[in-house]
Every structure is written in structure tokens, then in C-alpha cells.
């Protein structure tokens, strides 16, 4: 089983990396702690599984997850967060990731999700409600709009998150190689389509919906 590791911090990165080099028949290919890297690497590499953390910079894990079939088909997403609220299972799961698994799991849990999903199936960590997420999912499905990040594009939920992170948009534009003007229509759609014409706003509604790493805020 070949295994890219996605982390934004290099220390969880080497634990994780020297724990999966115990396990028999796992070769870590790569690490990285960036979601655009990730995304390169993915495209590169082509592994059997990404691990992946969901508060990544840049790109958040979701946005990766949301990706990564076109670039890599045969490639399964493992999730591995610290976060267990529904929405964010949710989330993860209708951008289509193969497994969920919380930091906290038992070192034997991530080698039965491991091989969960390489094998093709779903994994979902015990820690998690799966009745709650059964009832997320399905309020989701019957009110499609409910999350108002459905409401954009991949490349305005990209730059939502990097106005969020305090970029501005000049250092967006040299980030996703793109002109000013770009930047600034994605913007202009973005708030129009959420309805939302400040950046606080914009913040606060990111962190909401874990975009971006914080705590709730309402709204």
C-alpha cells in the first residue's frame, strides 16, 4: 500500500510517518503539510491512499478531498482530524473520502482504516455519531442549499479561504498564478452568491463552516 501523508505539522508528520513504517506492507511515498501540495503530489504520485488533515493552508483537506479524483482515480482519501462535529464528517464525506478517523484512535485503528479503504470500503472512526451523520447527511440531501460553501465554485471556495486566512488580493493573485482582476471577480461572485459583503463576515462564515480552522462563531 503506498501512502502520501498530508499534515501541517511536521512533528504529527514524523510520528505518523514512523508509525506507518511499522506497518507491514505500507511504503510512505512523500509528506507534505500544504493543501496544494498535496494536490501536486497526488497528481505525481498517484498513491493508493492520502491521509489527510482537513486544516490545512491554502487549501483546506475538504477542497483537496473534492480533487483529488480527478487527478488521481484509483487514489482513496483517509481523513485523520481532530475534528468530530457531524458537519465536518459531513462535509468530508460528500467530497467524497474514503474514510474518517479521529487523531485520538487506538494505533490499531489506523491500520484496520487503512486497510478499509484500500480494499475499497468506508471507514468511519467509532468515535463518530454515526446516527448524527446519517441525519446531517440527510437534512443535506433534502435542502441541498443548507451549506452556503455549495453555493460556489471550487476556485471562490479556494479564495474564501485564503481571504480568510488574512491574504489580500494581490498575494491571492501571485499565490494561484492568476491576475488581480481574476481575483477581484472571484470575489465580487463570491460575496454576491453568499450574500455577504465584508470581510469579517466573510471570516466568520468560513470558521462556521470550517473552512478555516477557529472556533464557532455565530453568525
Aim: glycine fraction near 8%; aromatic fraction near 2%.
Amino acid at each position: 500500500m503506498r501512502v502520501l501523508l498530508t499534515d501541517d505539522h511536521q512533528l504529527v508528520r514524523a510520528g505518523l510517518r514512523a508509525l506507518l513504517e511499522t506497518f507491514g506492507g505500507v511504503t510512505v511515498l512523500a509528506e507534505c503539510g500544504d493543501g496544494q501540495e498535496a494536490l501536486v503530489l497526488t497528481n505525481k504520485l498517484q498513491p493508493d491512499v492520502l491521509l489527510l488533515d482537513l486544516s490545512l493552508p491554502g487549501l483546506n483537506g475538504i477542497e483537496v478531498a473534492r480533487r483529488v479524483p480527478k487527478l488521481s482515480p484509483s487514489t482513496r482519501v483517509l481523513v485523520l482530524s481532530m475534528h468530530t462535529s457531524a458537519e465536518y464528517v459531513a462535509q468530508a464525506l460528500r467530497a467524497g473520502v474514503a474514510g474518517y478517523l479521529v487523531k485520538d484512535s487506538a494505533v490499531e485503528e489506523l491500520k484496520v482504516a487503512l486497510d478499509s479503504v484500500s480494499q475499497g470500503r468506508t471507514y468511519l472512526s467509532p468515535a463518530i455519531s454515526q446516527t448524527v451523520v446519517a441525519g446531517f447527511l440527510r437534512i443535506t440531501e433534502e435542502t441541498p442549499a443548507a451549506n452556503p460553501l455549495d453555493l460556489l465554485t471550487s476556485r471562490q471556495r479556494e479564495i474564501l479561504q485564503l481571504i480568510a486566512e488574512g491574504n489580500g488580493t494581490r498575494a491571492i493573485a501571485e499565490r494561484l498564478d492568476v491576475s488581480v482582476k481574476t481575483v477581484e471577480a472571484h470575489r465580487t461572485q463570491l460575496m454576491d452568491r453568499l450574500d455577504i459583503h465584508d470581510v469579517p463576515s466573510l471570516v466568520r462564515l468560513a470558521v462556521r463552516h470550517g473552512l478555516v480552522p477557529g472556533e464557532p462563531v455565530g453568525p
